[in-house]
């Protein structure tokens, strides 16, 4: 019976593990350096980590584009984004959404920040945010000289952008 039960529990692992996919060991921490990014944007240019240096970086993972929790949260920084510009604060959202679709998105909600293509996955998992069909739902806030400075693991689409300016700004 005891060994039954041990065969089940594993067998529920492997199968949510299979079916939600496994982000894997990587697990980033307030102080690490920010793993290196190179991906394209909506307009198929390439953005580096680096690209952003001597300003502080907001990169969120979201699962898919035009979707109502991603339009409230892509809204929310929309809404306040001259603040973020303000205090020398660039927004960026990266999905596994292809370039076109990111493009047409930014556009009709006219969105000031670009949106990234992780085709590959390897960013996701680099900031262990990746699922087997979408990035989960994880923000980091990297300091201008490439530290992890915030990681934000549960997000609350209609508060989120808020809360990151009110915790950078205070």
């Known amino acids: 019976m005891k060994l039954l039960m041990i065969i089940i529990a594993i067998t529920i692992i492997v199968t949510i593990t299979l079916v939600f996919g496994f982000s894997g060991n990587i697990v980033l921490k307030v102080g690490d350096p920010a793993p290196f990014f190179e991906l394209k944007?909506?307009?198929?240019?390439?953005?580096?980590?680096?690209d952003y240096a001597e300003k502080r970086l907001v990169v969120y993972f979201f699962p898919m584009a035009d979707t109502p929790g991603w339009i409230k949260e892509a809204c929310g920084?929309?809404?306040v984004y001259g603040e973020y510009g303000k205090n020398n604060i660039t927004v960026l959202g990266i999905s596994y959404d292809r370039p076109e679709a990111l493009l047409s998105f930014k556009n009709k909600y006219e969105l000031p920040f670009n949106f990234l293509f992780d085709h590959d996955r390897s960013v996701s998992e680099q900031y262990g945010a990746a699922g087997k069909f979408f990035p989960s739902r994880r923000t980091f806030v990297i300091t201008p000289d490439g530290k992890i400075e915030r990681i934000y693991e549960s997000v609350n689409v209609n508060t989120h952008a808020e809360q990151i300016l009110e915790d950078l700004t205070k």
Do not use: E, V
């Open 77 to 79: 920084f929309r809404d």
């Open 41 to 50: 944007d909506q307009n198929d240019k390439t953005r580096r980590l680096s």
